[in-house]
């Protein structure tokens, strides 16, 4: 990581040249979600936009990833499109790799409501709890945890 900022900063590109690429990746990657998901729903970027306050164009734009979509915009698209915010986000990291995702609401509000717990103890206690609904191969690993 650290050879690449000195390799992007003699070739003149402060801040990292391959991070700017990497993102413009993600940009498109979210935007083509956001198409799929506008299509499965039937609607033209024109209602899109529309309901969301921006232009056909700009919709275009978002789903090419000529654009960055704001968060702000995204929660507005999920609301219009009636889907979790969290399908119209990546689930692979870089490599391929899968990206952790909750998307069950039980599941979110259970890790919302452990997160909150004051102390690591009590949080242990929570996951021990909720081990031993789990499969046997599923406890043995919330236990070690």
């Known amino acids: ?19 700017k690429d990497r993102l413009a990746g993600r940009d498109a ?7 799929r998901a506008r299509v499965t729903r039937g609607l033209s970027q024109e209602k899109l936009g529309g309901e969301i306050g921006v232009t056909f164009q700009q919709i ?15 929660l507005d698209i999920a ?7 969290v399908s119209l986000l990546p ?6 790799d899968p ?8 599941a979110l509000r259970a890790a919302e409501l452990v997160a909150a717990l004051p ?5 242990a206690a929570v996951v021990k709890m909720l081990a031993t609904f789990s499969p046997s191969s599923e406890r043995e690993g919330a236990q070690a945890a």
């Open 1 to 19: 990581m650290i050879a690449q900022r000195v390799e992007d900063a003699a070739a003149g590109r402060p801040g990292g040249g391959r991070m």
């Open 29 to 35: 990657e979210i935007g083509a979600l956001v198409r």
């Open 60 to 74: 275009q734009k978002y789903e090419r990833g000529a654009n960055r979509i704001a968060v702000s915009t995204l």
């Open 79 to 85: 609301r219009v499109l009636d889907l979790p915010v």
């Open 91 to 96: 689930t692979q990291d870089e490599s391929g």
């Open 99 to 106: 990206l952790p995702v909750i998307t069950d609401p039980y």
């Open 119 to 123: 102390s690591s103890s009590q949080r």
